[in-house]
Each structure stands twice: as C-alpha cells, then as structure tokens.
C-alpha cells in the first residue's frame, strides 16, 4: 500500500510540475462537456502536444452501428477498416443512435467549430457494429468477434459499451486482444446491484460511473469486477443527424476511460496493456474507502495523471506500431485551426457559441439484464449498457 501511494505521489508531482498549460477547442459544445475539466483532459492534452513525437493510435468502438455521414465525425473514422460484423457487410449504418454516442467522445473532430470535442485527440477510430437489432443489443458472440476483429486490425484500445463484463467469451476475446497489443474497456452495466460473483478480468476494465460532484452514479453496477470509473451521468456526446445529446450510463464513462488510455498511448506508444491498466489504477483519484472498493474499483480517472505517468515510464510493448514517431503541430499551434494553448494560471476564455440543447427526454439509461433472444437462440443477446 505504501509503495503505491509513493508511485501516486511521485505521478501527481510530475503531472503538476511540469504541466503549466491547458488545451481548449473552439466547438461549441466543448463548454458543456464538463468531462473534460473534471479529468484534467485539456492538461493532458497540453503535455502531449509539448511532446517532440507521438505514436498515431487507432481505437476502435464495437457498439450498434454509427453514422459515419455525421458533420462531426468526418476526419477520424477509419471506414475502411470498419465492418458489420452480424453479416460481414461494410453496413455500418446505425440501428440504435446509441453507437453514435459512444464513438463521438473518442473520434468527434476537435477545432472544427462544430459539435463537441474529441477526448481521444488525434486518434483514429474503427466503427465496428455488431447489432442489427432496434434496441441495440448484440449477442455474445458477436461482441467476441468485434474485438478479435478490432485487435486484428491493429487498434490499441477497444471499446465495448455492452452489458456482460463478466462473461467469459468477452474475457477470451479480450485476452486474444491483449496479447495483439490492445487494451479493453467495457461498461460496467447499470443495474445498480452489486454483483458479488462476478469475477474480475485482468484483461478487461470494467469502467463505472460517476456523477459531476465526482460520486458514483446510483445505476452504476458494482462489485470487485470494477476496474475504474469515469464520467458517465448527463454526458454530451453525439447524435444522429448531425446532433448532439445528453446521454447517462456507464456506456459513456467507458469510452471516456479509454479516450485517456489513446491519449497515454499517443504519449508513449511502447507501453503494454498490461502498463496501461496499472498506470491508470496508479494514477486514479480514490474517491471512495481507502484502497479499492466495489462502487469505484480503483477510483476516479485522471487524464493528466495518467499521461504524465505514461510519459515516465519506460515502455515494454514490443509488437508493431504502425505511424510511429510521426511531428507533432508545431506548439506555436499557428498551423492547426480552431486550437488555442492558454496559460492556466491566466483567466481561461473558451468560445462559447451556443451548443444544440438536449432533446426533451433523451438521457436513457438502459438497464443491464439479459434480452429474450429472436432469430439466434444458440447465442445470448448483451443489452447496450
């Protein structure tokens, strides 16, 4: 306990020595994605771009289908790489607008004075869907193969922001990952009971959620499943139709803990899965009883930590990393649009153009629990978390 208490402090020295900058955006809904200030994203993003290199991390999102047309989502879509997955087509048209919300926090475009900010800066992402039902729910199986595929394509983190953490096809799905590079997030689910038999997964983090006074969210699942947690109530994030929405679930305080795992990735491209998943537990803000808990596992995620950490350490992952050692902008920014570095001992002044406003009735929450099973009775069906 004493020694990673030590490691704690020795990250948060080096985050709040070193970082004198924050990095804001001029999206308009960038001044209501209070994510971002809660885990010190914009600190984090300043420490990358100060950076002499980076690594060029893909992510990929396994989730109900995206719309790829969105005027937010026009730079950092790998489309050809993504897949339907259900039926092998290049479909990746969205069945539920769920999967629309999830990749917005890891691939909105940033400084295009449009909708929100990209949390997983500079990232590209894979759209993988694995749904072709209206609710959104997937089966099992499906889910495995979207993270092989992802894996198999090259993508660093994946996300799953599906019900069923605690199975274990998803956990050999995950291991296959792993040991191809990747690290998995995935919802920890949002029925608010505390599974006690659910067992952990080293190779995938079960992300909770937490609410913007930094408590964990009432829905959120708990048990000693849980890795982490991150923002996951009143998130703004994309919708279909060139939107954007208010949505609540664990299903976005995933995407938002793995948007941190490409920015420490960005940072230091070396580092294994396993080094990501123990720098942000290092590097986590203990929210809860001493030491791990099941409501927040490790406790709240922090970008700046967490990149200062990944920074610091001497990377092990030994695979190829396509893009690697690519120019970063120029840190005068002179040369990148809608991007503005300001001092943050300085009053911080963010454009603040009016955002689209949720619409009446759109923060779902749907409950973790297993769906009857149409058309496919060999396979379970996951409930989108």
């Given at each position: 306990m004493l020694r990673r208490a030590l490691a704690v402090l020795v990250f948060i020295l080096t985050c709040t020595s070193a970082t004198a900058a924050t990095v804001s955006f001029n999206d308009p809904g960038q001044d209501r994605q209070w994510y971002l200030d809660a885990l010190n994203f914009g600190e984090a993003w300043a420490q990358i771009i100060d950076l002499p290199t980076r690594g060029r991390i893909t992510v990929a999102v396994v989730?109900?289908?995206?719309?790829?047309?969105?005027?937010?989502?026009?730079?950092?879509?790998?489309l050809a790489k993504g897949i339907n997955i259900v039926n092998g087509s290049s479909n990746l048209n969205p069945v539920n607008p769920h999967g629309t919300g999830t990749i917005g926090l890891l691939a909105a475009t940033s400084g295009n004075d449009k909708g929100i900010t990209q949390a997983a800066w500079t990232a590209k992402a894979i759209p993988i869907r694995v749904s072709n039902r209206r609710d959104g729910?997937?089966?099992?199986?499906?889910?495995?193969?979207?993270?092989?595929?992802?894996?198999?394509?090259?993508?660093?983190?994946?996300?799953?922001?599906?019900?069923g953490v605690h199975l274990g096809a998803l956990q050999k799905a995950a291991r296959y990952a792993q040991s191809k590079g990747a690290v998995v997030f995935m919802a920890a689910g949002n029925d608010g009971r505390n599974h006690r038999r659910w067992r952990n997964h080293k190779q995938l983090i079960a992300v909770g959620s937490t609410n913007r006074d930094g408590s964990v969210s009432s829905f959120s699942s708990r048990g000693k499943f849980v890795d982490l947690v991150a923002p996951g109530?009143?998130?703004?994030?994309?919708?279909?139709?060139?939107?954007?929405?208010?949505?609540?679930g664990t299903s976005f305080a995933s995407p938002i803990a793995a948007s941190v795992a490409s920015?420490?990735?960005?940072?230091?491209?070396?580092?294994?899965?396993?080094?990501?998943?123990?720098?942000?537990?290092?590097?986590?803000?203990?929210?809860?009883?001493?030491?791990?808990?099941?409501?927040?596992?490790?406790?709240?995620?922090?970008a700046n930590a967490a990149v200062a950490a990944a920074i610091a350490t001497q990377g092990k992952y030994t695979g190829s990393i396509a893009g690697r050692d690519i120019p970063f902008v120029s840190s005068s920014l002179e040369s990148y649009s809608g991007i503005r570095l300001v001092n943050q001992l300085q009053d911080i002044t963010q454009i603040?153009?009016?955002?689209?406003?949720?619409?009446?009735?759109t923060i779902v929450m749907i409950l973790c629990g297993t769906l009857a099973i149409f058309g496919r009775p060999t396979r379970r069906a996951e409930v989108i978390a």
């Open positions: 989730d109900s289908g995206f719309d790829i047309g969105h005027n937010d989502l026009q730079r950092n879509l790998a729910a997937a089966y099992t199986t499906d889910l495995a193969n979207g993270i092989r595929y992802a894996a198999d394509k090259g993508a660093r983190v994946i996300n799953v922001s599906y019900s109530s009143d998130i703004l994030s994309l919708t279909t139709n060139d939107r954007t929405r208010t949505w609540s920015l420490m990735l960005t940072a230091n491209p070396e580092l294994s899965p396993w080094q990501v998943r123990k720098l942000l537990a290092l590097t986590a803000r203990d929210i809860g009883p001493a030491g791990r808990d099941d409501a927040s596992g490790f406790g709240l995620i922090d603040t153009q009016q955002a689209a406003g949720p619409e009446p009735g």
